[in-house]
Structure formats: structure tokens, C-alpha cells
């Protein structure tokens, strides 16, 4: 791994009206995607999106959208919808009369899940057929999408896809344990990590997370015609540098599952770029989305970008700095009455700088596997902070979850154009210069 962070803004990029920015993965009103999406019609790109799918009941056969449900998300999108499911993963997939992933998972009950097995030949079954299908969608997708491509247009394919958790409702209460447990409740993620259900668990992240990315790239390799300019970006998530004490330090959330797939994910595009394919993972702050807001505490990290953009806007002077107030009285404006973003970025920062979070700082070791100590530490301190804001509807957090993912699209179709390397991390200091540079 080679610590590659993007620390200046990239030149203008060579995109055009007329060039397509593809989606792969489905587009959510507050999703990361929605910032490369919008820079892109800004751009006056041509939009292409598509669908996971859709299975009626909690197991029904995957199905295309129907076109009431393809009407909406072509509207959301503002594009045309490639209407190929892709869901990725196998936790649904039944070979040959054999049980399901989420079959087998109906024996998970209460604690049992330290000595649960699992028949492993018909998970390497599942496994293989959740693979193969994806394949066969993802090259039904890439041949609808080479009639939607004009000759002499440009092409970015933007992938979106994470997930992956085996749909059982066993795990749930897990979760729970995992992601919000204080006390007895506590679960420390390590030792579901090392389990059978575990390494079924990181399997299924592998295929959504990662895999996806490795297949789309084969997926669409007849669209990588001489002559035209073809970009792969994926978001991608390997810990982040904020302000702490005053320093720009990189730390992380933790526990982040997700994180082994991630840097396979990285692995993935390493092996694009070799073979001579642009693609670049773009390692990205901790913000709220659909799939990131179970995680309580993941935006306890992103507080002290107000501060990060604090100090680009008196380095820029002049409209950065007028940038920079806007961006904070957009967010003073969300306080509770009598609350200051000081107060709240205060009590953020000593949660960050404080001793039991040193051992999560190695960036080399990531990730790290969750203890009682630091959640003990994390949960009341998110819960704290999230009191300044007057709304739980509308917080500090969800506004600058929107300024990052805005920044962050800017950032990521700016640099794709000419790509340095195949995985970069966007940290708060350039987020922040990004955030105030018209
Ligand atoms: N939210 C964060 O803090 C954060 C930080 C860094 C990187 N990211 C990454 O950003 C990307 C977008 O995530 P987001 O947080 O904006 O949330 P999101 O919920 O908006 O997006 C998740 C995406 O994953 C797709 N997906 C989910 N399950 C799938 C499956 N089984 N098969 C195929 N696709 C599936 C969805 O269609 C959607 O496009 C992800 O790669 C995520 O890991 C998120």
C-alpha cells in the first residue's frame, strides 16, 4: 500500500458536454454519488445510471424494475436507467436444492454464532452462482450501455457499490451488539471476525464491495475504444486525515467491516492500472448516508472540518474566506438555541484526541477490530455532540455530510480526467480548499 493523498486541487478537467458519466450502483437522495452526479450535469455530461434490482418478498427471484419503478429513477437521476439488475453477492443463491446462504443463517439463534458451521460446499456453491450472475448482468449492461455512448464521446463510469451484510434476521441483533453495544452488550467485532460466520460475513462483503469493482472493469473493456478517452473511479474508505488538537492527523472509524473488501477494492484497481486501465479508488471521509448512518459515531470525525475550512478561508482571504463563513453559518444555523459550533467542536475534538484512541491510530494495521473501552468512549460522545443540533432530523452532520460528498464529486471528475495513481485519499485539507474555491 502506498499513502497517496491528493493534497492540491486538480487542474480543470477535459470532460465536455456530450461525454457520459455512468453510475454503477443505484443513485440515494444523500448517497456520495449525488456529488459527482451533479458536477456532472454541470458539466452538461449525459447521464447513465442503473439498478440493483428489485425481488418482491424478502426472497423472491431478482427482477428488473418495472416501469413505474424505472420512471422514478430515471427522474431522480435526470438520465436514462440501464434497467439490468445488478445486485451483487450470493446470501440468496440456492444451487441445485441446496440451501441458501440465508438458509443456512435461520439457524443462527441468540449466541450460538461462536461455534455455528456451515455446509461450506454449498457456500462455495452460492458463491460461484451469485459470481456468475453478476457477470452475465454486468455484460448485459455494458452492451446496452455501448448504444447509449456516441461515437467520439468520452466515458467515466462511476462505481458506487458497497454492502453485502447476509440478509438474515439473526444478525440483526447482532448488529446491534456490534455497532451501538456499551457494557454487557457489548460485542467486540474481532470476535465475530474470527468465526465461520465471520469469514462468511467478510465473503459476501468481498463479492459487493470489491469484486463488483474488478467485474465492471472486465464487464466493460469493448467500451475502451482507441480514441476515447475511458476513467474508472470507485469511492473507496482506508481511514482520514482530520484536525486533532490542531493537527491534521489521519484516523479512522472503527469497527469498519467493510475495511478487508476495501483494500481489495484497492487491490482491484492497482491491478486495472497495471494492465493500462485508468482507474482510481478514492478514499473518502467519513460521512452520513443510507449505508454509513447505522454506524453511530462514523460522523464524529467529520465535526472538525469546520475548522479545516476555517483555515483555507483565511488562507484564500477574499471569497474563500467569505465561502468559509457561509459554510458556518449554514451550520450555526442548525444549533439549539444557546449552543456555539465552538462548544460542539470542542467536545468533538476531546473525544478524538483522547489516549484510548492511540492504538487505532496505525495507519499500516488498519483496520481495527472494536473494543468495549473505545465504544464505551465513542457512543455517549456522538450522542453528545448530536445534542447541539436543534433538529435530529436536520443536524450539523447531515450538513456537512452534503458539503463533503458535494467537494468530494468536484474532486473526483476533476482528477479523473488525468489520473496520478490508482488510489488516492481525499482528506479534510483538501476538502476544505475544495469547499472554499469557486
Ligand atoms: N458513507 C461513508 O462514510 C463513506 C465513506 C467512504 C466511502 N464510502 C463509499 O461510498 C460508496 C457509496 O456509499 P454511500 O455511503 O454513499 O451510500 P449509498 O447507500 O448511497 O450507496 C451504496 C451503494 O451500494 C449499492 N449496493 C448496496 N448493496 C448492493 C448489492 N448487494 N449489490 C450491488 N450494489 C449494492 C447501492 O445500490 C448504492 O449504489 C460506497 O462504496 C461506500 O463504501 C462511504
Known amino acids: 500500500m502506498r499513502y497517496d493523498p491528493l493534497r492540491d486541487l486538480p487542474a480543470s478537467p477535459g470532460w465536455k458536454a456530450g ?13 456520495y454519488a449525488n456529488g459527482i452526479v451533479d458536477e456532472a450535469r454541470r458539466a452538461g455530461m449525459t447521464l447513465v445510471g442503473a439498478t440493483v434490482g ?79 450472475r453478476f457477470e452475465r448482468n454486468a455484460a448485459a449492461f455494458a452492451a446496452e450501455l455501448a448504444g447509449l455512448v456516441p461515437p467520439g464521446a468520452n466515458l467515466l463510469i462511476v462505481h458506487t457499490m458497497a454492502g453485502g451484510v447476509p440478509r438474515a434476521r439473526a444478525l440483526l441483533p447482532l448488529m446491534t451488539r456490534l455497532f451501538r453495544g456499551t457494557g454487557e452488550k457489548h460485542l467486540a467485532s474481532g470476535e465475530v471476525w474470527n468465526t465461520e460466520l465471520g469469514r462468511l460475513w467478510a465473503s459476501s462483503f468481498e463479492e459487493v464491495t470489491a469484486r463488483t469493482f474488478q467485474r465492471l472493469v472486465a464487464a466493460t473493456a469493448p467500451l475502451r475504444t482507441p480514441g476515447r478517452t475511458v476513467r474508472y473511479v470507485a469511492y473507496g474508505y482506508h481511514g482520514c486525515e482530520v484536525l486533532i488538537g490542531g493537527r ?32 482510481t479508488v478514492f478514499n473518502s471521509p467519513e460521512i452520513w448516508t443510507n449505508s454509513s448512518s447505522l454506524f453511530s459515531g462514523v460522523e464524529l470525525s467529520l465535526y472538525p472540518l469546520l475548522t479545516s475550512i476555517r483555515e483555507a478561508g483565511r488562507a484564500g482571504g477574499g471569497t474563500a474566506q467569505a465561502a468559509a463563513d457561509e459554510a458556518w453559518a449554514r451550520c450555526a444555523a442548525l444549533l439549539k438555541p444557546g449552543a456555539t459550533l465552538e462548544a460542539m467542536l470542542a467536545r468533538a475534538d476531546r473525544f478524538l484526541s483522547d489516549p484510548v484512541l492511540a492504538p487505532f491510530r496505525g495507519l499500516e494495521a488498519w483496520p481495527h477490530h472494536s473494543t468495549r473501552e473505545e465504544m464505551e468512549l465513542m457512543l455517549p460522545a456522538s450522542e453528545e455532540v448530536l445534542g447541539f443540533s436543534a433538529d435530529a432530523k436536520n443536524t450539523v452532520a447531515g450538513e456537512l455530510s452534503r458539503t463533503v460528498f458535494g467537494a468530494v464529486g468536484r474532486l473526483m471528475l476533476a482528477e479523473s480526467w488525468a489520473p496520478a495513481s490508482p488510489v488516492r485519499w481525499l482528506n479534510h485539507d483538501v476538502i476544505a480548499k475544495r469547499v472554499v474555491t469557486a
Open 19 to 31: 461525454d457520459v458519466l455512468v453510475v454503477f450502483g443505484e443513485l440515494f437522495g444523500r448517497g
Open 54 to 132: 428489485r425481488r418482491d418478498g424478502s426472497d423472491g427471484a431478482l427482477r428488473p424494475l418495472t416501469p413505474e419503478e424505472l420512471a422514478a429513477a430515471e427522474a431522480n437521476l435526470g438520465g436514462r436507467i440501464v434497467n439490468v439488475p445488478l445486485e451483487a453477492g450470493f446470501d440468496l443463491e440456492a444451487v441445485e436444492g441446496g440451501p441458501s446462504p440465508a438458509e443456512q443463517l435461520k439457524r443462527l439463534k441468540g449466541d450460538n454464532w461462536r461455534e455455528l458451521t456451515f455446509d461450506q460446499a454449498a457456500l462455495s456453491r452460492s458463491r460461484t452462482a451469485g459470481a456468475a
Open 248 to 279: 491534521l492527523t489521519w484516523q479512522s472509524y472503527t469497527p469498519y467491516l467493510q475495511g478487508w473488501a476495501k483494500k481489495q477494492l484497492e487491490l482491484y484497481a492497482e491491478e486495472a492500472w497495471t494492465a493500462g486501465v485508468r482507474a
